[in-house]
């Protein structure tokens, strides 16, 4: 998958994984278009940057335009996220962290899949969370978007086989970015390893790849107990 003339659009990249993912794409002879809500000083041969947000009416519009540049996409990254503890006094942001990490996702697939099917195939990966595996008392709006994503992509993966497109969920643990608010950070990734999986992810192209593999294990078993306390 790194060669020469592949192009990319990575949603969500002026900081942490998505950041980490395009220096690396662009390095390896990429073709990428960076959407993010926020400007980006990434300079090089191959990559151009767009100013969006994920959940502004201008969002299709800019992410449209970016592909239509590009000539095509054949790997999209929706590395777009965010995430707040829960606050009584501002429940907002736990609806805004439904409306980027779960509908920005939904609406990036609405412009780049018709230009994947219509271009002969494509390859679309969605950054989401170990937290997808039980509701959270602490960030319910965070875990609740992560565990549509994951369940939305991985429906999409069976639905757009068909047409030539593979879909891929990642789930992280603790990465080494501004999202990762928790006091305890248990093993923790760096966004260069972060993003070494996804870079794994465009070659393999699997349905679902946790990360790390002795998190996810326990999170699966917590998940359980988790959604049975969650229902008293």
Same mark, same amino acid.
């Given at each position: 998958?790194?060669?020469?003339?592949?192009?990319?659009?990575?949603? %969500?990249?002026?900081?942490?994984?998505?950041? !980490? &993912?395009?220096?690396? +794409?662009?390095? /390896?002879?990429? =073709? *990428?278009?960076? @959407?993010?809500?926020?400007?980006?000083?990434?300079?090089?041969?191959?990559?151009?940057?767009?100013?969006?947000?994920?959940?502004?009416?201008?969002?299709?519009?800019?992410?449209?335009?970016?592909?239509?540049?590009?000539?095509?996409?054949?790997?999209?990254?929706?590395?777009?996220?965010?995430?707040?503890?829960?606050?009584? %006094?501002?429940?907002?942001?736990?609806?805004? !962290? &439904?409306?980027?990490? +779960?509908?920005? /996702?939904?609406? =990036? *697939?609405?412009? @780049?899949?018709?230009?994947?099917?219509?271009?002969?195939?494509?390859?679309?990966?969605?950054?989401?969370?170990?937290?997808?595996?039980?509701?959270?008392?602490?960030?319910?709006?965070?875990?609740?978007?992560?565990?549509?994503?994951?369940?939305?992509?991985?429906?999409?993966?069976?639905?757009?086989?068909?047409?030539?497109?593979?879909?891929?969920?990642?789930?992280?643990?603790?990465?080494?970015?501004?999202?990762?608010?928790?006091?305890?950070?248990?093993?923790?990734?760096?966004?260069?390893?972060?993003?070494?999986?996804?870079?794994?992810?465009?070659?393999?192209?699997?349905?679902?790849?946790?990360?790390?593999?002795?998190?996810?294990?326990?999170?699966?078993?917590?998940?359980?107990?988790?959604?049975?306390?969650?229902?008293?």
């Amino acid at each position: 998958m790194d060669a020469q003339g592949r192009r990319a659009v990575v949603v %969500g990249n002026s900081d942490g994984v998505g950041l !980490a &993912l395009t220096r690396q +794409l662009v390095a /390896a002879g990429w =073709t *990428v278009a960076g @959407v993010s809500r926020s400007g980006s000083d990434l300079t090089a041969p191959g990559y151009t940057h767009n100013v969006a947000d994920v959940t502004g009416d201008a969002y299709r519009t800019v992410l449209a335009g970016a592909v239509d540049r590009l000539g095509g996409v054949d790997v999209c990254v929706y590395a777009a996220g965010v995430g707040e503890f829960f606050d009584l %006094g501002d429940l907002a942001a736990q609806t805004r !962290a &439904l409306e980027v990490n +779960l509908i920005g /996702a939904a609406r =990036t *697939v609405e412009v @780049v899949v018709p230009a994947m099917v219509a271009g002969g195939g494509g390859h679309l990966v969605g950054l989401s969370s170990l937290a997808d595996a039980a509701p959270s008392a602490q960030a319910p709006g965070y875990a609740a978007a992560k565990a549509g994503l994951t369940s939305y992509l991985v429906g999409l993966r069976g639905a757009l086989r068909p047409h030539g497109v593979r879909v891929t969920v990642v789930r992280f643990g603790f990465v080494d970015t501004k999202m990762a608010k928790s006091p305890v950070k248990p093993m923790l990734l760096s966004v260069e390893r972060a993003a070494d999986v996804v870079r794994d992810c465009l070659r393999t192209r699997p349905a679902v790849v946790s990360r790390p593999r002795r998190m996810a294990a326990v999170v699966r078993v917590a998940g359980v107990a988790a959604r049975v306390a969650a229902r008293r």
